[in-house]
């Protein structure tokens, strides 16, 4: 699959496919979206607990990761991070992403190349509060018996990846969630509320990221 680096609005680096005409990130702004969505939004709402269990669906360039990674640091809060992806970006373009030159915290760039250079399928500690276990397979086809506390749904979008977004893909992720636990998605689509209150989860619909009016966070009761 053909991949080309692009910058966005905020000069934080995305990636582009031009057979799926789709981006990585918003191209508004990559870091300021996944700090919008799936940090001040998502982790940070979740009460604090011994250890966060987070399932991220799409690990993508590991932005979420690092963020998440960096969150635990200075909340003093240990997280396990599960991170899912069927299409792993190769080390060498994920070395030139520049988020970590943009961050500007202790311990951003070390934790960024720990994470990408990782091995796939093993627990991994990155850091005294940080742990991650990447995973090459898709959503379809994973079997675990983890429960987690916090979902990060970073699929590409329904126009690029409608199989994604399916009602039995949306299923099987909320089966992961604990009761009590967070999903938490850039996508607002009127469908997805809809299936995951289905489901018993109480939606809510929030301001989005530049460039996007909404977002959805929704809780496993």
Same mark, same amino acid.
């Given at each position: 699959?053909?991949?080309?680096?692009?910058?966005?609005?905020?000069?934080?680096?995305?990636?582009?496919?031009?057979?799926?005409?789709?981006?990585?990130? +918003?191209?508004?702004?990559?870091?300021?979206? &996944?700090?919008?969505?799936?940090?001040? =939004?998502?982790?940070?709402?979740?009460?604090?607990?011994?250890?966060? +269990?987070?399932?991220?669906?799409?690990?993508?360039?590991?932005?979420?990761?690092?963020?998440?990674?960096?969150?635990?640091?200075? =909340?003093?809060?240990?997280?396990?991070?599960?991170?899912?992806?069927?299409?792993?970006?190769?080390?060498?373009?994920?070395?030139?992403? =520049?988020?970590?030159?943009?961050?500007?915290?202790? /311990?951003? #760039?070390?934790?960024? #190349?720990?994470?990408?250079?990782?091995?796939?399928?093993? +627990?991994?500690?990155?850091?005294?509060?940080?742990?991650?276990?990447?995973?090459?397979? #898709?959503?379809?086809?994973?079997?675990?018996?983890?429960? /987690?506390?916090?979902?990060?749904?970073? &699929?590409?979008?329904?126009?690029?990846?409608?199989?994604?977004?399916?009602?039995?893909?949306?299923?099987?992720?909320?089966?992961?969630? =604990?009761?009590?636990?967070?999903?938490?998605?850039?996508?607002?689509?009127?469908?997805?509320?809809?299936?995951?209150?289905?489901?018993?989860?109480?939606?809510? #619909?929030?301001?989005?990221?530049?460039?996007?009016?909404?977002?959805?966070?929704?809780?496993?009761?």
């Amino acid at each position: 699959m053909k991949r080309e680096l692009r910058e966005t609005a905020d000069g934080s680096m995305t990636i582009y496919l031009p057979k799926m005409d789709e981006h990585y990130h +918003s191209y508004h702004g990559a870091l300021q979206e &996944a700090i919008h969505v799936f940090i001040e =939004n998502g982790i940070q709402r979740f009460p604090k607990k011994d250890t966060i +269990s987070v399932f991220e669906l799409g690990l993508g360039t590991g932005l979420n990761a690092l963020l998440t990674a960096l969150w635990a640091t200075e =909340n003093n809060q240990k997280v396990y991070y599960f991170g899912l992806e069927a299409f792993p970006v190769e080390v060498e373009m994920n070395l030139k992403m =520049n988020y970590q030159d943009l961050i500007s915290k202790d /311990f951003a #760039t070390e934790y960024f #190349t720990k994470i990408i250079g990782t091995e796939w399928e093993k +627990s991994v500690v990155i850091s005294d509060k940080f742990q991650i276990q990447k995973v090459e397979e #898709t959503i379809q086809n994973l079997s675990v018996t983890n429960q /987690f506390d916090v979902v990060f749904f970073d &699929a590409f979008g329904p126009r690029a990846q409608e199989e994604m977004w399916e009602f039995s893909v949306i299923e099987k992720t909320v089966q992961l969630l =604990n009761s009590g636990g967070l999903f938490v998605t850039y996508c607002a689509k009127g469908q997805l509320k809809r299936d995951l209150k289905a489901l018993g989860l109480k939606v809510e #619909t929030l301001p989005g990221p530049p460039g996007k009016r909404e977002m959805t966070i929704a809780w496993k009761n």
